[in-house]
């Protein structure tokens, strides 16, 4: 181990790491801004379209969970390698394909398998290869680049969207082979040992996930049951595999539970409002997408610099403090861009700017909170459990306020003022965001009320 670290390969191969990190991240904010341009090109409805960035977010975070999994017995390199073919290949197919949306969303999926591997590796090979005083430094790295990856997939996107094409955003993830012969030459071979992956255990997840995800766009009673007997077997499966990915444990810890459900209500909301935002600003103000991503620099800015300090700010509020004022800044921030549709486009400006920050302050606070009663020894697997937890929650999201925009049930005057029935379909929309966030609020005070010890 000590090799490992002194070994003047490993300071080279971070920062080669690092790129292809944030250039992953680039690529899969990105295709979340395009919605709307896909949506009119290939003549289908926001609740179709969301579907190539449901099953993406869906899929990053099964990825997640598998390559965190392989990187136990298999070599970095080596997965790092698979992962750029993944999305090489994904991308071409979905050039090739551009005209036909199931092939797209089929890109679209094996696209995402590969970037996954770099957005979960990097973390990986710095926690195994760095010093311990060295890790905090390029783990800081990390969370500072998921903000300039928003900001930087945000312009790319308007830009190639209106510029040339939103199709153009397949050509762009091909850039990832010329990081290819750098993490050749640089990521050293680790010693391969045997190993196991939980195929059943994250096939029960992804089934489970995805039927939750057809009920919320179509509120079909097949689907929900679909949903409850995926998730029983999950359960089921947990609690007699010995090798799970995760143990049935986690599941009888209350605690854990209660804030992995604030966690998932609250954070269906995260990306549902990003979705939402260009369809906003482009049939109601009329704003081009390549506008509409300088519009979201400001949010993404932000937030990133709340991020930054967090630790400060965590001086000042205790985890209950943060999580209870994040939740409502962002309940109040959807409702103000619910009451002040068709009015002023920078009101939206900075209801984004409220929304993105409040996550960004929530964030550490409430992983804080769903860890407290986990054994450290176990920290790992529910930190990734609880990731998978919010990936599956934002692909939720995306996919229940895509149905909502296409409800024609929800064109209903609520405010005399609001004009027009695409206005009062996206208000009505965000108000459901409200309660949505309201609701999670309601589920957070209801089980905090005591504080547990932190376990260690």
Known sequence: ???????????????????????????????????????????????????????????????????????????????????????????????????????????????????????????????????????????????????????????????????????????????????????????????????????????????????????????????LLGFIIALGLFLFYIAKAKKAFIQISFFQDKHFISILLVAFVIYSVQLAYIFMFPFVMESIFHIRLDIVSLLLIPAYVLSAIVGAFSGSIAKYLSSKQAISTAIVLIGASVLLAGLAMGSYAWIFVISMIVFSSSFALMYAPMIDAAIRTIPTEKTGTAVGFYNLILNVAASVGIAYTAALMDNAALNKTIFSYIQGAQQTIYSNTLFVLTIIALVSLLLYWTFSRRTPKQVS
């Open 1 to 223: 181990m000590v090799e490992q670290q002194t070994n003047p390969l490993i300071k080279k191969a971070v920062p080669i790491l690092l790129i292809l990190f944030v250039f992953c991240l680039i690529v899969d904010n990105s295709f979340k801004v395009v919605s709307v341009d896909m949506a009119k090109d290939l003549g289908i409805s926001a609740s179709t379209v969301s579907w190539q960035a449901t099953l993406a977010g869906l899929f990053i975070g099964i990825g997640a969970v598998i390559y965190a999994a392989l990187a136990d017995f298999i070599n970095i390199r080596k997965l790092l390698v698979i992962g750029i073919v993944l999305i090489c290949i994904g991308s071409i197919m979905g050039f090739i394909f551009q005209q036909s949306f199931p092939l797209v969303v089929i890109s679209r999926i094996i696209q995402t398998s590969g970037l996954a591997a770099a957005e979960t590796l990097y973390v990986i090979f710095v926690t195994k290869h760095l010093p311990l005083e060295q890790q905090k430094k390029f783990l800081g790295f990390s969370t500072s680049c998921f903000a300039i990856s928003q900001v930087v997939g945000a312009l790319a996107a308007g830009y190639i969207s209106t510029y040339l094409n939103w199709t153009g955003l397949f050509i762009l993830p091909l850039a990832t082979i010329i990081i290819l012969p750098f993490i050749l030459k640089y990521v050293p071979k680790e010693e391969q040992q045997k190993g196991y992956i939980d195929v059943i255990g994250l096939f029960l997840v992804g089934i489970t996930a995805a039927a939750l995800m057809m009920y919320v766009s179509s509120f079909n009673w097949l689907y």
